[in-house]
């Protein structure tokens, strides 16, 4: 018998060590969904279940409650059909093999609440253009003596009025709606199960806006458990996305275009990247690897999102923790390329410092933003002082580029040379900086700016990396002298 001894390099032997951090998200992630029913603001499926619903109305009460809303009409309540027999059948399956759904609610919610006097359920924002109405679907537990209220106010306001503050009252938060459905003329011996399903279609007037949806009982307790599902009515690509984040899916797919050409660039440059310094090779791979894993993960989350309104939410944790780690690993291969140190030691320990340092302040971030598990928006905390520590760290990360650029400028002789250093920092700083720009400076704009700015901003810096690894541009940048450091 001949053995056949296959050498693996290092880079496929370090891919090995992803799978233990996939197979503890998975675990962290199906943990969380165990502990749904517990109450408190989660978003997720649940047991599993979907209910369907059909468009006979039955189960309703004998007389018609009153309501007030822009167009008048009046809710219905409807029972809860079965499953159909596919979700059965996937239910039954995932039962026996003791597995858990990973699909979990955006923009159909559900949600377990204990509070006083409201209980808000979500909020979104109809776009105007459409082909029919919108429609919103409440499914909760009959609370008597309560009101649905739809409202074009802030969260911050509606505590306001709930809890008597400000000088505002609970009862004046009627007045402020724009969508009132009283419950309190339902009698609960009418109802053959504890729960109903409503549907209301929203009037032309109210698009455009960012409405929240509360139960309101002033004076007293409120145990809800309900699941409420928004439709724009606009088709498959908009239906379930509120206003601000329709388009998504269309900068992801060009996005993906984009990633797809130049990967056929980047496979014509592993073999300059191999010949390259081992450390910075694997990091570059590394780094582009988490990059595609993370803008895959979220594309698929927009499309399934697209589709039933729940998502994949472990896609989208994964693709958040993805752009961390591709985030640090850039940092960390940029401050190594520019430190003067000439002593590799030295050089070596400052990277070390620097990058653990802001991977800690990075993924405090994320922890954060990942709680924000009803949002679509990846970087819905960017602006939140959570943020600023990691900010403020490039900030300072950039002050000791240039610090760097400086002593390397005094060495370097050649006017080439000198160019060199001079663009290449100019550049790399420009990527540090470029998110402690937005927080500073663009706190307005808009969620698909964002999201454009921060992955073509992380485009050009990879394209960039790649380019002057393999072509070993990163050599003009390495100090010769060796007391360069105590200048």
């Known amino acids: 018998m001949v053995e056949r001894v296959v050498e693996r390099t290092p880079l496929k032997g370090r891919r090995l060590l992803l799978l233990p951090l996939l197979l503890l998200l998975l675990y962290i992630t199906n943990r969380d969904e165990e502990n749904i029913h517990e109450g408190g603001c989660r978003s997720g499926s649940g047991s599993g279940r979907t209910v369907s619903r059909r468009s006979v109305h039955v189960n309703a009460p004998e007389n018609d409650s009153e309501e007030r809303g822009i167009d008048g009409k009046v809710f219905q309540s409807i029972e809860y059909v079965d499953q159909t027999k596919s979700r059965r059948v996937i239910h039954m399956l995932m039962s026996t093999l003791n597995l858990k759904p990973i699909f979990v609610s955006s923009k159909v919610v559900y949600g377990l609440y204990d509070n006083k006097n409201y209980s808000k359920f979500s909020k979104f924002c109809y776009s105007k253009n459409r082909k029919k109405k919108g ?36 009862e ?60 724009n009515g606009s088709g498959f690509i908009n239906d379930h996305f509120s206003c601000e984040e329709q388009g998504l899916i269309e900068i992801y797919a060009l996005l993906m275009v984009i990633l797809g050409v130049l990967s056929v660039v980047y496979f014509q440059k592993r073999k300059e990247l191999s010949g390259s310094k081992s450390e910075l090779t694997e990091s570059v791979h590394c780094a582009i690897l988490f990059f595609l894993s993370s803008n895959i993960l979220y594309l698929i989350h927009l499309i399934s999102y697209a589709f039933n309104g729940y998502g994949f939410s472990i896609f989208k944790v994964l693709s958040q923790i993805y752009e961390a780690i591709y985030d640090c690993f850039v940092i960390t291969i940029l401050f190594y390329i520019l430190n003067s140190k000439n002593n590799k030691e030295k050089r070596n320990q400052d990277t070390f410092r620097t990058a653990l340092l802001y991977g800690v302040l990075k993924f405090f971030y994320v922890l954060y933003e990942i709680e924000n598990n009803q949002e679509l928006n990846l970087y819905s905390a960017l602006h939140s002082v959570v943020a600023l520590p990691f900010v403020v760290h490039r900030v300072v990360i950039a002050v000791l580029v240039y610090r760097n650029c400086k002593k390397l400028l005094k060495e370097k002789k050649n006017l080439e040379e000198k160019t060199t250093v001079l663009f290449d920092s100019f550049l790399y700083t420009v990527w540090i900086l470029s998110i402690p720009v937005h927080y500073f400076f663009m706190g307005n704009v808009s969620l698909h700016f964002t999201h454009l700015f921060v992955h073509f901003c992380n485009l050009y810096i990879l394209i960039y990396l790649v380019y002057n690894i393999s072509e070993r541009k990163y050599e003009a940048l390495q100090s010769t002298h060796p007391y360069i450091e105590i200048k």
Do not use: W
């Not at 679907?137 to 074009?152: C, G, Q, R, T």
């Not at 802030?154 to 709930?162: F, Q, S």
């Not at 419950?183 to 409405?211: A, G, M, R």
């Open 135 to 170: 429609v919103v679907i409440l499914s909760n537990m009959f609370i008597p003596n309560s009101k649905f209220l739809v409202l074009d106010k802030t969260d911050n306001e509606i505590y306001d009025y709930a809890n008597n503050k400000k000088g505002k009252m609970c």
């Open 172 to 231: 004046d938060l009627e007045k402020e709606a724009l969508f009132i459905h009283s419950f309190d003329d339902i009698s609960s011996k009418s109802l053959k199960k504890p729960y109903f399903v409503y549907e209301k279609d929203i009037d032309i007037s109210l698009t455009e806006k960012q409405l929240n949806f509360i139960i309101l009982s002033c004076n007293n307790k409120i145990k809800n458990a309900f699941k409420i599902e928004f439709r």
